[in-house]
């Protein structure tokens, strides 16, 4: 069974730095792939943060730029949050994708976390 196993959540100061992590357990070979973070506030739909593919590339969504960095080592990826705000606060969801481009998109996650909360107070 491929799990995505998440860690690194938790409860942070407005300015302050998280790190997330995931790590894709029983994951056969895979040459080509994209993975990262989506992530929902309540009442809100699910929001692309940032994903890294296998050329080692890396996208961000527009809300997080300049604040996040994405990479990777084997088999895992981490999320450096820095300059945390309070509209971070949410579900933070790792996704795995085939995908042989840079874009991580809904609709090609083939493998999901378990989400792990974030919350940052102000």
């Known amino acids: 069974q491929v799990q995505l196993l998440e860690s690194g959540g938790g409860l942070v100061q407005a300015g302050g730095s998280l790190r997330l992590s995931c790590t894709a357990s029983?994951?056969?070979?895979?040459?080509?792939?994209?993975m990262g973070w989506f992530r929902q506030a309540p009442g809100k739909e699910r929001e692309f943060v940032a994903a890294?593919?296998?050329?080692?590339g890396s996208t961000y969504g527009d809300s997080v730029k300049g604040r996040f960095t994405i990479s990777r080592g084997h088999n895992t990826v981490i999320l450096q949050m820095n300059s945390v705000k309070p509209e971070d606060t949410a579900v933070y969801y790792c996704?795995?994708?085939?995908?042989?481009?840079?874009?991580?998109?809904?609709?090609?996650?083939?493998?999901w976390g378990q989400g792990s909360q974030v919350t940052v107070s102000s």
């Open positions: 996704a795995f994708s085939e995908a042989a481009g840079l874009l991580l998109r809904q609709s090609e996650v083939r493998y």
């Open positions: 890294i593919s296998w050329t080692g």
């Open positions: 029983r994951l056969p070979f895979i040459s080509r792939y994209v």
